[in-house]
């Protein structure tokens, strides 16, 4: 049994040495080609995990490119009339005028009101009662 214990570990030994020597040698021949390998490597991971999705977003967003800018520009008004609106806001003589404008439309109401009132006064004579809201 001795002996075929040697045997056999001399087999191993053996083996073990042959396959150290595959090994650098495959290690040794993917380093002299590692100027070819790397890149293209490095290529294909870029065109298949990166180059595609970012494809593929860009043309879901040209496609949403058209209702994004519509958006933009109906946004982009309102806000300039907003602008404008609270620019002339801050001006005094603007406020002025307005005031104005709105004493002589209230003024119009009262008259309209009060004509209206004496016409309908004039066609029934008989008294309304007063409106109680009890």
């Known amino acids: 049994m001795n002996k075929s214990l ?15 020597k595959s ?36 043309s879901l967003l040209e496609a949403h490119r058209v209702g994004v800018e519509g958006r933009h520009n109906t946004s982009e008004k309102a806000y300039q009339e907003a602008k404008k609106i609270n620019d002339a806001w801050q001006d005094p ?25 004496s016409q309908e006064g004039e066609g029934d004579s008989t008294p309304r009662p007063p409106n109680d809201s009890r």
Request: charged share 20%; proline share 4%; glycine share 4%.
């Open 23 to 58: 090994l650098r040698r495959l290690i040794s021949f993917g380093l002299h080609w590692a100027p070819l390998w790397a890149p293209l490597v490095l290529l294909l991971q870029i065109t298949f995990l990166g180059l595609r999705p970012a494809l593929q977003e860009h």
């Open 93 to 117: 003589i603007f406020q002025a005028r307005q005031e104005r404008i709105w004493f002589w439309e209230a003024n119009a109401r009262k008259a309209k009101l009060k004509a209206r009132l």
């Open 6 to 20: 040697r045997q056999l570990i001399s087999f191993l030994k053996g083996f073990r040495s042959s396959m150290n």
